[in-house]
Nanobody, 127 residues
């Protein structure tokens, strides 16, 4: 089974930046479509961003488009989320997610598209 370990969370002021990273082990990384999901206190998990197995296609939630960038390095088995212009409403636990069922050119669009999740990393944006 694949293991996902997130890092890079923390406290930042509104307008600042953070970069999250997810280290993936246990299986062939290039076989997995990857993404990031978040959950704010008292709210349901929310799709944030996804990247296809071949790294050609990306998809973003409307709330983060233009501010967040997802990338993957198939040689290092990592997937990153660069978050710029952070807002207090971005405060949440961010989870790295993976799915082995998708074809190389397909892209996740919802939280239900992912089979596996990491433990999460807290991101707090102060106003």
């Amino acid at each position: 089974q694949v293991q996902l370990v997130e890092s890079g969370g923390g406290l930042v002021q509104a307008g600042g930046s953070l970069r999250l990273s997810c280290a993936v082990s246990g299986r062939t990384f290039a076989d997995y479509a990857m993404g990031w999901i978040r959950q704010a206190p008292g709210k349901e998990r929310e799709f944030v961003a996804a990247i296809s197995r071949n790294a050609i296609h990306t998809n973003y939630a409307a709330s983060v488009k233009g501010r967040f960038t997802i990338s993957r390095d198939n040689a290092k088995n990592t997937v990153d989320l660069q978050m710029n212009s952070l807002k207090p409403e971005d405060t949440a636990v961010y989870y790295c997610a993976a799915d082995r069922r998708m074809l190389p050119n397909t892209i996740a669009k919802t939280t239900a598209d992912f089979e596996y999740w990491g433990q999460g990393t807290q991101v707090t944006v102060s106003s």
